[in-house]
């Protein structure tokens, strides 16, 4: 996206901010006063025990369905993976309401409330309704059958949580962005760093429910695990509540997919008048605003040719007013640009699919296959769910130490100057870690049957700790597809939208998980034929968990190759959006 860099782009008068931030009356927010980084840092925390309880509930889905509902273990990866799905598919609705009628400071008022309310509910219905007989839910001790109103409840609860969570996570995103203007030099690095403390945050929540409450819930304690999530949810809520009064808020830009279709139908309307030869005779706002609130204007760029149709005058159209008499036949090119934006986005954000798809084996598949190894050492047992805290340490190592480190490397073996390797590049880099990391799951699986013991079937003798190079693996992965992700589409992403981009690359997410599931149903319904037990039978050792491995490395170099074609045309496209930047400044 390029931006207008002239002085009518925005106006920002001494002491105040960019792009006309509002308070609870519809005022300038003035600088010194608000934003900066004692809210950012109270978001970040916020963030950090929202998080906290939220993998409370992710980190052992799985065991607790196989272990308190009775599901198989392929119906609970299932069961697993179309829940997450849903999480972040509300991610892409609470962004879009974030961006086009309620602001992110709403959104995320009204979403950390449900949040908190689906996971006292789900405590309730765990204490009350589904632990019978007492006790159950541990290791080799099943939980009886459910009624349909128990199951329901369950699945309410469940899917209260992944509203909240989901719709409320890209408005914080963004909105902790927004404490910091990026038209400020002294603010502008603060701005460039918060995505990654953010991810910082993500993951320092995730430690404590990996390990302290993934311990608690694999001994069968349910409910207290449950009910600490639940305290913890409801302490991040009055937590984001206290800083209203220092939080810089931003109007609704207004809906943009109207804004989409409105570019579309005006080009098809006027898809017969020709388009000038330069861009004065294409129609663009004066002064210091546009039509969409907040938003910066955007030079014309070359490419989708169709939809400069839009933004052609013509005879009939009146352009002295302000505001266009409609804007179903005529559109500003800032706005004709955007759609241009969203195009070119889509298929980046498509080549990240399967990737989602291996991220969520770590909750899952490697969890099923960590249960069938020697889960002690020295006496001690060591729940599955906290072999994650490797990818912690592993994602917070390379986000922390990367421009110390992993820029100088990437350098050395490239033989380039010390600069960073582009968001694209981070990503490519990212896709190929994943599919070397399946790889190693697929090896490790081999090894850890090959250890199985005659006297106990259903275990091996392998320990655990094998399984540490696969989860470093994903979280070196992580580290560079999701935080480049995170950096490219909060930039990229125009003004208006700049939430939906964080929504998209959650979305990513959400469509990988039911990508995944739909693989792993094709492959039982295939390998199950004639009788047998399938890549992923409840005995693991009876199966081929190793091959769905191997499956995943393959299509995720498929990914990868097409990834790479998209990432190069984007990056042809973008050299010809700096050199009309250029040409305009002249």
């Known amino acids: 996206m390029v931006l207008k860099s002239n002085k009518e782009s925005t106006i920002v008068a001494e002491g105040y901010i960019k792009d006309e931030p509002i308070d609870g009356d519809y005022k300038p927010e003035i600088r010194n006063k608000k934003g900066g980084w004692p809210p950012a840092l109270l978001l970040l925390l916020n963030h950090g025990l929202a998080t906290l309880a939220f993998v409370g509930v992710e980190v052992n889905l799985v065991l607790f369905a196989t272990r308190v509902l009775n599901q198989t273990n392929a119906e609970a990866a299932n069961t697993f993976s179309r829940w997450m799905g849903t999480v972040h598919l509300f991610s892409l609705m ?10 992110r400071y709403t959104t995320c008022v009204i979403f950390q409330f449900v949040f908190a309310i689906g996971l006292a509910m789900l405590s309730m219905t765990t204490s009350f309704l589904l632990l019978k007989p007492h006790g159950c839910g541990k290791l080799g001790f099943l939980c009886d059958s459910h009624s349909p109103f128990e199951i329901t409840m369950f699945y309410l609860s469940i899917y209260l949580i992944a509203l909240g969570n989901g719709a409320y996570e890209p408005s914080l995103a963004t909105f902790g962005s927004d404490q910091f203007d990026e038209q400020n030099s002294q603010e502008n690095s603060s701005n460039q760093s918060f995505y990654s403390y953010f991810y910082v945050a993500t993951n320092l929540g995730s430690l404590i429910s990996e390990t302290v409450l993934a311990y608690i819930q694999n001994l069968g304690d349910w409910s207290l695990g449950f009910w600490v999530s639940t305290a913890s949810a409801g302490t991040a809520f009055l937590m984001f509540l206290s800083g209203t009064m220092r939080y810089r808020r931003f109007k ?6 109207s804004r989409f279709f409105q570019v579309v139908v005006a080009a098809w309307r006027k898809s017969t008048v020709e388009i000038p030869l330069h861009d004065d005779g294409l129609f663009e706002v004066h002064g210091t605003t546009t039509t969409t609130h907040g938003a910066r204007k955007i030079l014309h760029t070359k490419g989708f040719r169709f939809l400069d149709h839009a933004a052609v005058i013509t005879a009939k159209d009146r352009i002295d007013d302000p505001k266009p008499n409609n804007s179903w036949c005529l559109c500003t090119v800032t706005q004709v640009e955007e759609v241009k934006s969203v195009l070119r986005l889509l298929p980046v954000w498509l080549c990240t699919l399967t990737f989602s798809g291996i991220f969520l084996q770590m909750y899952s598949l490697f969890l099923e296959q960590g249960a069938a190894m020697k889960t ?7 729940p599955p769910a906290s072999m994650t805290v490797f990818d912690i340490v592993s994602v917070s190592f390379f986000i922390i130490f990367y421009d110390k480190l ?5 350098a050395k073996l490239t033989n380039l100057a010390p600069t960073a390797p582009s968001d694209l590049k981070k990503m490519g880099i990212g896709l190929m870690i994943a599919s070397i990391a399946m790889v190693t799951a697929g090896i490790i699986e081999l090894k850890r049957k ?4 005659k006297e106990v079937e259903e275990m091996s003798s392998l320990s655990l700790l094998w399984q540490i190079p696969q989860y470093v693996l994903i979280g070196a992965a992580e580290a560079f597809v999701y935080v480049g992700q995170y950096d490219f589409f909060g930039t990229e992403a125009p003004d208006g939208l700049k939430s939906l981009g964080i929504g998209l690359c959650m979305a ?3 469509i990988g998980s039911y990508l995944c599931s739909l693989i792993l149903t094709l492959v039982m319904v295939i390998t199950a034929k004639g009788g047998r037990k399938g890549w992923i039978p409840s005995d693991l050792n009876h199966g081929h968990l190793e091959r769905f491995f191997f499956l995943m490395a393959g299509l995720t170099l498929v990914e990868l190759a097409v990834f790479i074609w998209f990432a190069r045309r984007y990056n042809r496209i973008s050299l010809e959006r700096k050199e009309g930047q250029l040409i305009e400044t002249e």
Do not use: M
């Open 508 to 510: 990513s997410t959400s």
């Open 450 to 453: 090959h250890h199985c013991t």
């Open 252 to 257: 609704a830009s207004g809906n943009p997919i």
């Open 94 to 103: 609470g962004a879009f309401l974030s961006d086009a009628y309620l602001g």
């Open 376 to 382: 002690t050492v020295n006496k001690f047992h060591i």
């Open 406 to 410: 992993i820029v100088p490397l990437y």
